[in-house]
């Protein structure tokens, strides 16, 4: 699933080819993916983009009138960019906004429909789709942690919460706990004031670190391999091979639709998380699907 990063990505590339520009059509190939009625997509037609924004792992394109098309593309949905009035051939093809000097095209992987269009109206209509977790960036050190230790949960679902922090998932809350040498497993009202510390930096670093680098390549091209598995990761995605701090074997844990990746050596004191007391404490601390996850919303 694309994440803070590769949103920024997206944003960077899309802002010189949408920004100011009129959208003049969008097409619509699946039915599924429109997931408000009123307003009505069309009334986004002959509209000019008047602004872009992230919201948790959203897309909002702001539009004259103070209409706002919100795209989460979830797991296997991708955006890219073709020439104008590209057609949508094949079941891949969920959408197609057109500009004047190209189109914009949705696709979505495999058999499920994730990914989903909102269409709002205003600020009230957008702050309606986001969790309502805090930007990572942006945040200090107390206000990061009393974000993260309001209830006692696992780190690695209080990374990923949306109701939480903005915009982090499996992949890069993977390659925060390597950088700050923490269990995945490690509980946020138990942590050291040290081991606060090392998380902040650690979250920011490499948020950062891959913010910039990704964003520096969308503006050479626009992102078209998008993808939650880089070479120059640290832990996520290399289960098996060699940490590249350590050079211990990466481990990973499995649960429902989740796997978290860590380094034993580097983050658990040698400790393999593998137990059944592993499944228990998962199955009580993390959603059973990523649906579930990303439907989670502040009280």
Same mark, same amino acid.
């Given at each position: 699933?694309?994440?803070?990063?590769?949103?920024? @990505? /997206? $944003?960077?590339?899309?802002?010189?080819?949408?920004?100011?520009?009129?959208?003049?059509?969008?097409?619509?190939?699946?039915?599924?993916?429109?997931?408000? $009625?009123?307003?009505?997509? *069309?009334?986004?037609?002959?509209?000019?983009?008047?602004?872009?924004?992230?919201?948790?792992?959203?897309?909002?394109?702001?539009?004259?009138?103070?209409?706002? +098309?919100?795209?989460?593309?979830?797991?296997?949905?991708? $955006?890219?960019?073709?020439?104008?009035?590209?057609?949508?051939?094949?079941?891949?093809?969920?959408?197609?906004?057109?500009? #004047?000097?190209?189109?914009?095209?949705? *696709?979505?992987?495999?058999?499920?429909?994730?990914?989903?269009?909102?269409?709002?109206?205003?600020?009230?209509?957008?702050? @309606?789709?986001?969790?309502?977790?805090? &930007?990572?960036?942006?945040?200090?050190? %107390?206000?990061?942690?009393?974000?993260?230790? @309001?209830?006692?949960?696992?780190?690695?679902?209080?990374?990923?919460? #949306?109701?939480?922090?903005?915009?982090?998932?499996?992949?890069?809350? &993977?390659?925060?706990?390597? @950088?700050?040498?923490?269990?995945? +497993?490690?509980? *946020?009202?138990? +942590?050291?004031?040290?081991?606060?510390?090392?998380? /902040?930096?650690?979250?920011?670093? *490499?948020?950062?670190?891959?913010?910039?680098? +990704?964003?520096?390549?969308?503006?050479?091209?626009? %992102?078209?391999?998008?993808?939650?598995?880089?070479?120059?990761?640290?832990?996520?995605?290399? /289960?098996?091979?060699?940490? %590249?701090?350590?050079?211990?074997?990466?481990?990973?844990?499995? /649960?429902?639709?989740?796997?978290?990746?860590?380094?034993?050596?580097?983050?658990?004191?040698?400790?393999?998380?593998?137990?059944?007391?592993?499944?228990?404490?998962?199955?009580?601390?993390?959603?059973?699907?990523?649906?579930?996850?990303?439907? $989670?919303?502040?009280?």
């Amino acid at each position: 699933m694309p994440e803070l990063p590769d949103i920024a @990505a /997206y $944003l960077v590339a899309l802002e010189p080819r949408v920004l100011h520009q009129k959208l003049e059509r969008v097409r619509v190939a699946s039915p599924f993916l429109i997931r408000t $009625l009123a307003p009505a997509v *069309t009334e986004a037609q002959g509209l000019t983009v008047t602004g872009l924004r992230r919201i948790g792992k959203k897309i909002a394109f702001g539009l004259e009138g103070e209409l706002w +098309l919100v795209l989460h593309l979830m797991i296997a949905g991708r $955006l890219h960019w073709r020439p104008a009035n590209t057609a949508l051939k094949g079941r891949q093809y969920l959408a197609a906004f057109d500009f #004047p000097f190209g189109s914009l095209t949705l *696709t979505e992987a495999g058999s499920k429909r994730r990914a989903s269009l909102h269409v709002v109206r205003g600020e009230e209509g957008l702050e @309606a789709l986001d969790p309502g977790g805090i &930007d990572v960036l942006s945040s200090d050190p %107390p206000a990061f942690r009393a974000a993260l230790s @309001a209830e006692n949960h696992t780190l690695k679902r209080a990374l990923t919460d #949306p109701r939480v922090l903005s915009g982090i998932g499996n992949a890069y809350s &993977d390659e925060i706990l390597h @950088a700050a040498g923490l269990s995945p +497993l490690a509980q *946020t009202q138990k +942590l050291k004031p040290e081991e606060w510390d090392r998380l /902040y930096l650690a979250t920011q670093a *490499t948020l950062q670190l891959w913010v910039s680098r +990704l964003s520096a390549e969308a503006r050479v091209a626009f %992102p078209e391999k998008v993808t939650a598995f880089r070479e120059d990761m640290a832990a996520h995605g290399r /289960y098996g091979k060699p940490c %590249p701090v350590c050079g211990g074997k990466i481990l990973r844990i499995r /649960y429902a639709d989740n796997e978290t990746n860590y380094c034993a050596q580097c983050q658990t004191g040698g400790k393999v998380l593998a137990d059944r007391g592993l499944s228990r404490l998962l199955g009580a601390d993390w959603p059973r699907t990523l649906e579930e996850l990303e439907a $989670l919303r502040r009280r």
